[in-house]
């Protein structure tokens, strides 16, 4: 009872605190990318960058944008990681091509998949110049990328969806360096490490000899879960009791990562000038959130219950309450974080994991993914809600036509095509199959948790799947560069389609998207359409396992 007890109390002191922030927060984004001055430290960053902050960009440039800042920063870290040896710092870190490539991928992508150990695999220097720095751009990213979608809804008989250099320079000095400094000082008071001293061998109890790492963890670890990246400095993740030392650590982890999620739909409620609609995608996350979080957690309790407490792998130091909370959270965003390892969830557990990143990460997601993935899904509920009630689609007085549906069923699609494919060709390919810890129904959720979490850009691993091999880097790396990109140039000639439209005023015919109602089929649809896409594979994986 008292463990309990502890979880709820857990779980409402994040929701106030997540609450408290939510309209300041959400608030202060909208500021930020509608503010008509520039900072001095921005006004030098266009300058050094020949950027004209006055000028604003079709959607088509700014996709071209988005591309090739994303292609430089590949290839940046790609060369960073593979002359790490010969840097400052090296600390005999080394890594093979494919596994580089897959590193340089994965960052750039914001999905921060790990085939190495984090502490051994890249130096202090590759973690703190390249991999840190890519935790603070990727994100803003995925926000420049959202809030031109907002702008495009937003805007009236346009042609222009913004500056994405001047999104990205703004997401990343006023919103995410500010609270990542913050964050740090608090990681940092709560006992995470953060230093640049050699490394030091002790003794365990058991006689034997360990060599324990230091290095800049807080700042990372901060940036890490507030970016909804997920690498961890160190090969344990979050279980790392440098990453992550007490309950107080985990929860402050926790928040970090939903916080600017959760907060996003007040920003597009604001720029859309209905705050109605950001409540509307705010009841959506937070209702899919709280469903995942309560199926995880019951399926970890009953596991718990049974003989011997289902207890091989299970991280202990948090208990089982506070391991589903971060389970939920981290693959309701596209965090990847991990305080506890989900191979060793119950079935349910893990299919409970799994379930929230084939939900396209939108409960709440991530830093701007996570609202276009929701604005995407609000497009199709209109659109299905309009054909059943025979009126005219409609988003924020912009209508949902033929063009817009297509591009929104395209984005949509990606994610599952690329899991499934690739979960198929690794079930039967050799080079797939022999790196599979398990057989039967945990080899499959293994196989799949792995290229969802790719394909989503999450980067958690179901651990029991070696993926560390030329095939599986590179196929991985792929369902990473195709699972980001070709949703972002979708949404971004979304962004155009409806920025070029007039806003069309609100009336007896028009289709509340408001309302609880609205909210409840928005919910619907996003879980009927997942369960339809995925049900097969879940059922010979994750429910076949429970059933056995």
């Avoid at 927060?25 to 008509?36: C, H, P, Q, S």
């Avoid at 992550?244 to 000038?273: C, D, K, Q």
């Avoid at 379930?355 to 609202?371: A, D, I, K, N, R």
């Amino acid at each position: 009872m008292g463990e309990t007890a502890s979880g709820l109390l857990t779980i409402a002191v994040l929701v106030a605190v997540l609450a408290a922030a939510h309209a300041p927060l959400g608030a202060w984004v909208a500021r930020v990318f509608t503010d008509e001055r520039h900072w001095r430290v921005e006004r030098l960053a266009y300058r050094l960058c020949r950027v004209d902050p006055a000028s604003e960009q079709r959607w088509t440039t700014y996709a071209v944008a988005v591309l090739g800042f994303s292609a430089v920063g590949v290839a940046l870290l790609l060369a960073l990681v593979v002359t790490q040896g010969s840097l400052p710092l090296a600390r005999g870190a080394t890594m093979n091509w494919d596994t580089a490539l897959n590193t340089a991928v994965s960052f750039v992508t914001n999905t921060n998949w790990q085939s190495y150990a984090g502490e051994s695999g890249v130096s202090p220097l590759v973690q703190t110049v390249g991999l840190t720095v890519q935790n603070f751009v990727s994100p803003a990213v995925g926000l420049a990328v959202a809030i031109a979608l907002v702008r495009g809804l937003a805007r009236s008989n346009g042609a222009t969806v913004g500056n994405f250099w001047v999104d990205l320079v703004r997401g990343c000095v006023r919103v995410l360096l500010p609270l990542a400094l913050v964050g740090a000082g608090v990681l940092l008071l709560g006992g995470v490490v953060q230093n640049l001293t050699a490394p030091t061998t002790v003794t365990t109890v058991s006689g034997g000899s360990q060599v324990l790492q230091g290095g800049l963890v807080a700042s990372q670890e901060a940036i890490k879960q507030l970016g909804t990246n997920g690498g961890g400095y160190f090969n344990a993740n979050s279980a790392h009791p440098f990453e992550n030392p007490t309950a107080f650590t985990n929860l402050v982890e926790v928040f970090l990562m939903l916080v600017i999620p959760f907060s996003l739909p007040r920003t597009y409620g604001i720029l859309v000038g209905d705050r109605r609609q950001g409540w509307a995608v705010l009841g959506f996350m937070t209702t899919l959130w709280g469903l995942m979080l309560a199926a995880v957690t019951w399926a970890e309790i009953a596991a718990a219950a049974r003989p011997l407490g289902a207890m091989e792998g299970k991280e202990v130091r948090f208990g089982v309450w506070s391991s589903a909370l971060f389970g939920a959270s981290t693959t309701g965003t596209s965090t990847g974080a991990v305080n506890s390892l989900h191979e060793s969830y119950s079935p349910l557990g893990g299919g409970g994991v799994l379930f929230s990143m084939l939900l396209g990460e939108v409960s709440p997601g991530g830093v701007g993914t996570g609202l276009y993935g929701a604005l995407l899904l609000a497009l199709l509920t209109v659109f299905v809600s309009g054909l059943m009630v025979g009126r005219t689609p409609e988003l924020v007085g912009k209508q949902v036509g033929r063009r817009e549906i297509t591009l929104t069923a395209l984005a949509l699609l990606v994610m599952p095509a690329l899991v499934l494919v690739f979960t198929g060709i690794g079930m039967v390919a050799p080079l797939v199959s022999s790196q599979v810890l398990a057989t039967g129904p945990h080899g499959l959720t293994e196989v799949m948790y792995a290229y969802a979490s790719a394909a989503n850009n999450n980067g958690s691993a179901f651990a029991g799947f070696s993926a560390d091999t030329p095939y599986t880097n590179l196929t991985l790396a792929l369902c990473m560069l195709l699972g980001r990109f070709v949703p972002i140039v979708l949404v971004l000639a979304l962004a155009g389609s409806f920025v070029a439209q007039r806003r069309r005023p609100t009336t007896a015919g028009t289709l509340p998207t408001h309302t609880p109602t609205f909210t409840g089929l928005f919910v619907g649809v996003a879980v009927v359409v997942t369960g339809l896409t995925f049900f097969s594979a879940l059922a010979l994986g994750p429910l076949a396992e429970t059933l056995s």
